[in-house]
C-alpha cells in the first residue's frame, strides 16, 4: 500500500479545529505538466487538421482571399454573384463592420472553393496509374501522357510543403475491379496448380459462381466502395486479424533484426537508452506530423493512415473478437527484466529525456536485486494464448485492482522494452547463432515479450536489439520505416563515447523506474498462467527457423540480367520449392496498396503458367540455355505484371475475400468462394522494403542495413520465406517452417534456395558466352 499512500496527490479532512488540506507539490506538478503537454499536443493536431484540411493551397492563402474579396466590394466591384450584396440583407446592419464581415465570408468561400478544386485535381492525378507499367529501365522513354502527368503532379508538390498526413485527402479509394475480371486472373494463377480435370472442374464452378450469386454479392461491394474509404481494410483487419482465435505469438506477430554487420555498443543500458530516445523522437514527429510522407519515384505519396498506432497501442483480447486500442498520449514505457515489470517515466519538464539520464533509469533496473512475484514472471504467456482463453483470464483476474491498474500501465505505455539475459550473437563461421538470434526476436521464451502490444523491443546483454511486432495494426513497412530510423540514427549522431556509454550530461537525478504490483498468488490464477505456458512451449519449440546470409551475390548481378530483383528472387524461390516438394504450390507474395486511402497489402501470386514453363525446363536436360532464358525472361515480366496489377487494385485475392464475407453476411453458400478460401499457402513470401527514409546513404554506410526480419510459417506444412536485398552482393533469407511436418526443413530449403540462385547465375553466364558479350563476375559497382 505504501506505493498508493505515496501516489495521492491532494487529499482534506475536516477536524473540530477547521479543514485540513494535505497536497503533494510535486505530483500536483506533474499532473501540471501532463495537462499542459495534453492541451499543446491538441493544437497542434488542430493547425494540423487545418494544414491538411486545405493542401495543396497555403493556410496562409486565406488573407489573401480575405483581402482580395473585401478589396473588391468596398471599390464598388461586384464580387462574383454578386454575394456580398445577397448576405447583407441578412445580416442585422449594412455598416462597414458587417459589409466587412459579409465580404469576409464570401472570401473564405471562394478559397474553400480553390481549395478544393486542387485537392480533387491532385486526387485525379493520383488516379492515374500509366506510369507504373511503363518500362523504366536504360533507354526507355515515358510516353507523352506520363510526361503531361509528371509535370502537372510536380507543379502541384512544389506549391505546398506535405506534413505526414497532408495527402491523405487527396489520395484516391481503392477501385473494385469486375467479377469477370478477378475470376479470369484468379483461372489464369491456378492453372499450373490443377490437373485437366480439376482444372475443367474449378472453371465451371467460377463460371456458375459469376452467372449467379456473384452480381448481387459484388453490388453490395459497389454499395461499400462507395460508401467507405476502402472497401477491403475494415473487414481485412477484423476478420483476418482480430476474428482470430490462434495465439499471436509465432502465427501473427512478425520480427525485425539490428543491422548485424555493425556494433555501436556492447553496453546493453546505453544501448537501450539510445534506442529508446531515438523512438521517442520518432513518435514526436509522428505526433507532429513532421515526418515526410513516402513518395515513390518521389511524385506519388504512399497512405500514412497506419503510422497513427504505431505507439502507444495494443490489441485488447475478447471472447468473440478482439480490438485494437490506441491512447492518445502516454508519459512512460514498461520495462520487462527477469520477470519483473517496471514504469519508467520518459518525460522531464515538458522534454523528453536524453540519453545519458535515461541510461540511468536503464542501469537501476539491471542493478535491482528484485524477484519476480507469484505468477509475475510468466504473466505474458497469457498474451501468447488462445485469444479467448486470454480474454475470459483477463475478466476475472484483471478486471479490478492491482492487477488492473498494472495491465492498464502496461497496455497504455508508448511501447514495452525486454532487457534479455543472453547476448544476441551473429558469426558467419556459426550460422545456428543467427537462428538463434531470430527465434529469440520471434517468440522469446514464450513469456519475455508483450504479445499484445503493438511493438516490443529486444535489448540483448551484447547491445544488439531488434523487434517483435504485433500484425493487426499495420504492416511490415511501416515498422520497417521506423525500423531504419532507429538503426540510422545512432550512426548518423555518433551518441556512443569511447566506452560505449551514451554521450552528454544528466541534467537531474532522473526518477528511479517504478515495480508493477500484481496478485496472481491463487492456485487458479497461477494454474491458467501455467497453461498458457506450456502451450507456449509446444508452439515455441515447434518452430524451425533459418536465416540464411547469401554473400555470393546480390542485386548487382540481377541487374546485369536486366531483371526485376524482386521478380529474380521469385523465381529462384519457386525454382527451390518445386526441387524440395517435387511439386508447384499456392504462392503468396504479399504487395501493398497504399497508393489508395486505407490500403494495405494485396496477394501477389507468383506461382504462374509462365514461372512453371521455366521451372520444367530447368529440371528437363533437353532443354537449351536460350530457351530457358526466354522462359525466364517471360517468367518474370509476367511476375512483375502480377505485382504492378495487385498495386494498382486489380488483384484476385483481397476482392474475392470481399466476396465471401458479404456471402457470410447473407447466408449464402458458393462452393466456388468457398474452395478458393480454404486453399493453403504453402509458399508464403515477403520482401523487406528498405530505404524508406533519406536520412541514411546506404553507399556510405553499406553496412547499416538491418538483416530483415522473418514470420511464422502460414500453413503447417508450408514455408514462410522473408527476403531483403541488402545490397550490391547480399540477400538475407529468413525461412520458417513447423519441426513436427515430416515434409519440410529449413535448412533443407535454405540450401535448395542456394542452389537455385547458383543455377540462375550460371544460366545467364552461359548465355553471355553463347553471346559472346562479357561475363559479370559478381556485382556492377
Known amino acids: 500500500m505504501a506505493e498508493a499512500h505515496s501516489a495521492v496527490a491532494f487529499s482534506f479532512s475536516i477536524t473540530h479545529e477547521g479543514w485540513d488540506i494535505n497536497y503533494d507539490h510535486e505530483v500536483l506538478n506533474l499532473v501540471w505538466e501532463s495537462g499542459v503537454r495534453s492541451w499543446k499536443k491538441r493544437f497542434a493536431r488542430f493547425m494540423n487538421k487545418v494544414h491538411n484540411g486545405v493542401y495543396p493551397a497555403h493556410v496562409h492563402t486565406m488573407w489573401l482571399a480575405l483581402c482580395v ?37 464570401v472570401g473564405i468561400f471562394f478559397w474553400l472553393c480553390i481549395c478544393y478544386t ?44 506535405p506534413s505526414l498526413y497532408s495527402f491523405q485527402g487527396s489520395l484516391p479509394r481503392l477501385p473494385l475491379p469486375s467479377v469477370h475480371d478477378t475470376l479470369d486472373r484468379y483461372l489464369q494463377s491456378a492453372r499450373p496448380l490443377l490437373d485437366d480435370a480439376n482444372y475443367e472442374r474449378i472453371v465451371k464452378l467460377a463460371q456458375e459462381f459469376e452467372n449467379g450469386i456473384a452480381k448481387k454479392l459484388q453490388w453490395y461491394l459497389v454499395l461499400k466502395s462507395w460508401w467507405s474509404t476502402n472497401y477491403v481494410s475494415d473487414w481485412w483487419e477484423e476478420y483476418v486479424y482480430l476474428r482470430g482465435r490462434g495465439a499471436l505469438m509465432v502465427n501473427s506477430n512478425f520480427y525485425g533484426i539490428d543491422a548485424i554487420f ?50 502507444n497501442t495494443v490489441r485488447v483480447p475478447g471472447r468473440e473478437t478482439d480490438k485494437i486500442v490506441h491512447y492518445p498520449d502516454s508519459n512512460h514505457i514498461v520495462v520487462l527484466y527477469k520477470g519483473c515489470y ?11 529525456l536524453k540519453p545519458c539520464e535515461l541510461q540511468i533509469q536503464f542501469e537501476n533496473i539491471l542493478a535491482s536485486k528484485a524477484t519476480p512475484l507469484a505468477g509475475e514472471e510468466r504473466v505474458a504467456a497469457l498474451t501468447a494464448w488462445n485469444r479467448t482463453k486470454w480474454a475470459e483470464t483477463r475478466e476475472t483476474v484483471f478486471s479490478k485492482g492491482v492487477n488492473k491498474t498494472s495491465l492498464y500501465l502496461i497496455e497504455s505505455a508508448a511501447f514495452v522494452l525486454s532487457l534479455d539475459e543472453e547476448p544476441y550473437e551473429f558469426d558467419l563461421e556459426h550460422p545456428e547463432k543467427l537462428d538463434h538470434y531470430g527465434k529469440v526476436l520471434l517468440h522469446g521464451n514464450g513469456h519475455n515479450r508483450w504479445f499484445d502490444k503493438s511493438f516490443t523491443v529486444c535489448i ?43 554521450k552528454g550530461t544528466p541534467e537531474f537525478e532522473p526518477p528511479v523506474p517504478t515495480r508493477l504490483s500484481w496478485d496472481l498468488n491463487n492456485e487458479k490464477t497461477l494454474g491458467l498462467i501455467q497453461e498458457a505456458y506450456d502451450e507456449a512451449q509446444i508452439l515455441l519449440n515447434d518452430v524451425d527457423l533459418r536465416i540464411l546470409v547469401h554473400n555470393q551475390y546480390g542485386k548487382g548481378f540481377m541487374k546485369t540480367c536486366k531483371l526485376s530483383p524482386d521478380a529474380y528472387i521469385q523465381m529462384a524461390l519457386q525454382l527451390a520449392y518445386y526441387r524440395d516438394a517435387g511439386k508447384f504450390s499456392l504462392t503468396y507474395e504479399a504487395s501493398m496498396t497504399r497508393l489508395f486511402r486505407e490500403g494495405r497489402t494485396e496477394t501477389v501470386r507468383p506461382c504462374t503458367i509462365e514461372s512453371a514453363a521455366w521451372v520444367k525446363s530447368m529440371e528437363d536436360p533437353n532443354s537449351t540455355t536460350e530457351e530457358r532464358v526466354a522462359l525466364l525472361k517471360k517468367a518474370s515480366l509476367r511476375h512483375q505484371r502480377g505485382y504492378q496489377d495487385a498495386m ?28 478458393v478460401l480454404s486453399e493453403p499457402w504453402r509458399l508464403s513470401t515477403s520482401q523487406t522494403p528498405h530505404g524508406q527514409t533519406n536520412k541514411m546513404d546506404l553507399k556510405k554506410y553499406p553496412n547499416c542495413i538491418s538483416a530483415g526480419g522473418g514470420f511464422g510459417p502460414v500453413a503447417d506444412d508450408g514455408y514462410g520465406v522473408s527476403y531483403i536485398v ?56
Request: net charge positive; aromatic share 14%.
Open 69 to 105: 474579396a473585401m478589396g473588391i466590394h468596398f471599390s464598388g466591384y461586384r464580387t462574383p454573384f454578386d454575394l456580398v450584396n445577397i448576405i447583407l440583407p441578412y445580416l442585422p446592419g449594412q455598416t462597414m463592420g458587417w459589409q466587412m464581415f459579409a465580404s469576409g465570408l
Open 118 to 161: 486542387m485537392r480533387y485535381t491532385l486526387k485525379l492525378l493520383f488516379m492515374y496509374k500509366g506510369w507504373m507499367y511503363e518500362a523504366r529501365g536504360p533507354g526507355s522513354k515515358p510516353s507523352l501522357k506520363t510526361k503531361l502527368w509528371v509535370v502537372l503532379v510536380k507543379i502541384f508538390l512544389k506549391w505546398n510543403k
Open 262 to 311: 555493425m556494433h555501436p555498443t556492447t553496453v546493453q543500458a546505453a544501448r537501450a537508452a539510445s534506442v529508446t530516445h531515438i523512438l521517442l523522437n520518432f513518435r514526436r514527429t509522428v505526433e507532429r506530423q513532421e515526418l515526410e510522407p513516402i513518395m515513390v519515384q518521389g511524385l506519388v505519396p504512399l497512405c500514412s493512415w497506419q503510422y497513427e498506432r504505431i505507439f
Open 342 to 352: 517496471y514504469k519508467m517515466i520518459i518525460y522531464h519538464k515538458g522534454r523528453i
Open 460 to 502: 540483448g546483454t551484447n547491445g544488439r536489439v531488434g523487434f517483435n511486432a504485433e500484425h493487426t495494426w499495420s504492416d511490415a513497412p511501416v515498422m520497417g520505416h521506423m525500423w531504419e530510423t532507429v538503426i540510422g540514427d545512432q550512426f548518423i549522431y555518433d551518441v556512443y563515447d569511447e566506452n560505449g556509454n551514451t
Open 648 to 675: 494498382c487494385g486489380k488483384g484476385i485475392d483481397r476482392h474475392l475475400f470481399c466476396l465471401y464475407v458479404v456471402s457470410k453476411y447473407l447466408e449464402v453458400d458458393s462452393p466456388f468462394l468457398k474452395e
Open 726 to 781: 541488402a545490397g550490391e552482393d547480399l540477400l538475407f533469407f529468413h525461412i520458417s517452417s513447423k519441426k513436427s511436418c515430416e515434409k519440410t526443413s529449413s535448412e533443407g530449403f535454405a540450401q535448395q534456395i542456394c542452389k537455385s540462385l547458383a543455377d540462375i547465375r550460371l544460366l545467364f553466364e552461359d548465355y553471355k558466352r553463347l553471346q559472346n558479350k562479357p561475363i559479370a563476375n559478381g556485382s556492377s559497382k
